[in-house]
């Protein structure tokens, strides 16, 4: 384990190193870290998943995966949320040389709330729609990337909150699956009253 946790603080180490000597690739990875960028991208995302696709059949699909992905992001951050109070690791720069590009979290570090969350998405739509399922996963993959070059987490932190994203996406499908009359007829509801097409 001593040997996982060296290399893990050697690779945050490598990754960091190349902030704070191109401003330009700082200010790019500074977007592509921050709270707000790709989480509301995702949450726009799924947003047009919804209303995506003028074939029915389709649609009911994407509406389907965009229900599965909401709840998936909220198990995968209510799992994070309860492995944080439970678990606490150190942020990296707490404990490396590290160059922080955004804002000093207090909260632990493993494993990485936002990675969870737009992993996901990612996963959830991934089991149904393969084509923007690439798209949600490029965008949890940069800003994971983001957040270790902006000396925010470990890559552990991130492979940690990636795992219990397909593993809560995993379990939502199987829930999905076992309740299908019952999300059939939320869908039906929610078409009439204006709510899904």
């Given at each position: 384990m001593e040997v996982l946790i060296e290399l893990d603080?050697?690779?945050?180490l490598l990754i960091n190193s190349w902030s704070g000597h191109i401003p330009i690739l700082d200010e790019l990875f500074r977007g592509l870290a921050n709270d707000y960028f790709l989480v509301i991208g995702a949450t726009l995302g799924i947003l047009f998943l919804w209303l995506?696709?003028?074939?029915?059949?389709?649609r009911a699909i994407n509406q389907r995966l965009?229900?599965?992905a909401m709840v998936s992001l909220g198990i995968a951050s209510g799992i994070v949320g309860i492995l944080n109070q439970v678990i606490y690791r150190a942020r990296p720069f707490d404990e490396l040389p590290i160059n922080v590009l955004l804002y000093q979290p207090t909260d632990s570090s493993f494993p990485a709330n936002?990675?969870?969350?737009?992993?996901a998405v990612a996963a959830a739509t991934m089991l149904g729609n393969r084509k923007a399922g690439w798209f949600f996963l490029?965008?949890?993959?940069?800003?994971?990337?983001?957040?270790?070059?902006?000396?925010?987490?470990?890559?552990?932190?991130?492979?940690?909150?990636?795992?219990?994203?397909?593993?809560?996406a995993l379990a939502v499908r199987w829930l999905f699956h076992l309740a299908g009359f019952f999300i059939d007829?939320?869908?039906?509801?929610?078409?009439?009253?204006?709510?899904?097409?």
């Open positions: 603080q050697e690779l945050a995506s696709s003028a074939e029915p059949g389709r965009s229900l599965q936002s990675a969870a969350v737009l992993f490029a965008a949890a993959c940069l800003h994971s990337m983001a957040r270790i070059y902006a000396g925010m987490y470990y890559p552990l932190d991130i492979v940690g909150g990636a795992a219990i994203a397909f593993l809560a007829w939320l869908l039906g509801l929610m078409r009439r009253i204006f709510l899904a097409d």
